[in-house]
């Protein structure tokens, strides 16, 4: 079992750039796909991008393409997302979510609490 703890929101102009991390507790990280999803007021969470074990396999939602970028490192036990070029429509609580099957999409087991992110025009 892991737990995960996210970090990093906030508020933030359009154009401007955030970094969220997602901290992870246990010795098996590095046994984990870990993900990031989102979730807007009023409508359906949402994956946004996964990464394997090793970090060698990402995966992204077509919105965060180009903008967005899934990264990890299993020495610290930590998974990042970089955020840059935000509008408003990204505004949502962003989760932090583990899984030990292969499948970069699809369900995952392991949430944390979310943390707010907030892109103002």
């Known amino acids: 079992q892991v737990q995960v703890v996210e970090s990093g929101g906030g508020l933030v102009q359009a154009g401007g750039s955030l970094r969220l991390s997602c901290a992870a507790s246990?010795?098996?990280?590095?046994?984990?796909?870990m993900g990031w999803f989102r979730q807007a007021p009023g409508k359906e969470r949402e994956f946004v991008a996964g990464i394997s074990w090793t970090g060698g396999s990402t995966d992204h939602a077509d919105f965060a393409k180009g903008r967005f970028t899934i990264s990890r490192d299993n020495a610290k036990n930590t998974v990042y997302l970089q955020m840059n070029s935000l509008e408003p429509e990204d505004t949502a609580v962003y989760y932090c979510?583990?899984?030990?099957?292969?499948?970069?999409?699809?369900?995952?087991?392991?949430w944390g609490q979310g943390t707010q992110v907030t892109v103002s025009s």
């Open positions: 979510a583990a899984k030990g099957k292969a499948a970069l999409r699809g369900e995952y087991d392991y």
């Open positions: 246990g010795r098996t990280f590095s046994r984990y796909v």
